[in-house]
């Protein structure tokens, strides 16, 4: 079974301060994981993803995400936090078993910046 | 702007309806994912279709069923309705070739659906 943890339902940061969300993961197998971004009444928006190749990940917006099997964690972070990354974050890990795809969500973490 | 559609935008409807939630993928994406985003169970995984054939299955009730048609659009039917389906829904689409790590989905922007 495979699942992802986000370990904080919310972040509070100020603008131009760096942003850090947390995110485990448990795999039985070298997962692919992910990370989207919803805004309010928005879809969902791929920020960047990991799928085994270089273990440090630049996405989309400045945000970057460095995959560590020895801690099992993928974190999401951004140097300097801008108002118009207030929004929420999904932490996600793919099956990959024949042509199965499904993602699996973590319950997301809610950031707000603060001006 | 992802490339998948879905139609509606927002559904209202009652109790005991059945309504029908619609998907065209990005242009030659093959496969069609459902998701439900609901404040208690979160974003969970209900089915998967590719190139017309379901192919996973996930925390879908029996009253749900979906198909994916020969021009790959798909759609959910959700029947018996009660006010606990009220959530709102995601199709996402991946170009779905069997043996590839790359195979990104696309989220299509979601059905909101109130069930008074």
């Known amino acids: 079974a495979q699942s992802v943890t986000q370990l904080d339902s919310h972040v509070s940061v100020s603008e131009g301060t760096p942003v850090l969300l947390r995110c485990n993961y448990s795999s039985s197998y070298s997962p692919s994981l992910f990370w989207y971004v919803q805004h309010p009444n928005k879809g969902l928006q791929l920020l960047l993803k990991?799928?085994?190749?270089?273990?440090l990940v630049k996405g989309i917006n400045g945000f970057e995400a460095e995959f560590k099997k020895s801690e099992t964690s993928f974190h999401l972070t951004k140097p300097s936090a801008h108002m118009s990354d207030a929004a929420e974050y999904f932490c996600v890990v793919r099956l990959f078993s024949g042509s199965a795809r499904q993602l699996t969500f973590g319950s997301g973490t809610q950031l707000t910046v603060l001006p | 702007d992802s490339g998948v559609t879905q139609t509606p935008k927002h559904l209202i409807t009652a109790t005991g309806q059945r309504v029908t939630l619609r998907c065209s993928p990005r242009?030659?994406?093959?496969?069609v994912y459902w998701y439900q985003q609901s404040l208690d169970q979160g974003l969970q995984f209900l089915i998967q279709y590719y190139n017309g054939e379901e192919r996973a299955k996930g925390n879908i009730l029996e009253r749900f069923s979906a198909q994916q048609f020969p021009d790959l659009h798909s759609e959910l039917n959700l029947s018996s309705l009660e006010l606990g389906d009220s959530a709102l829904y995601f199709c996402a689409s991946s170009a779905g070739v069997t043996g590839t790590s790359t195979d990104t989905q696309y989220f299509g922007p979601g059905t909101r659906l109130t069930v008074l």
């Open positions: 242009s030659g994406d093959l496969s």
């Open positions: 990991y799928t085994s190749a270089a273990t």
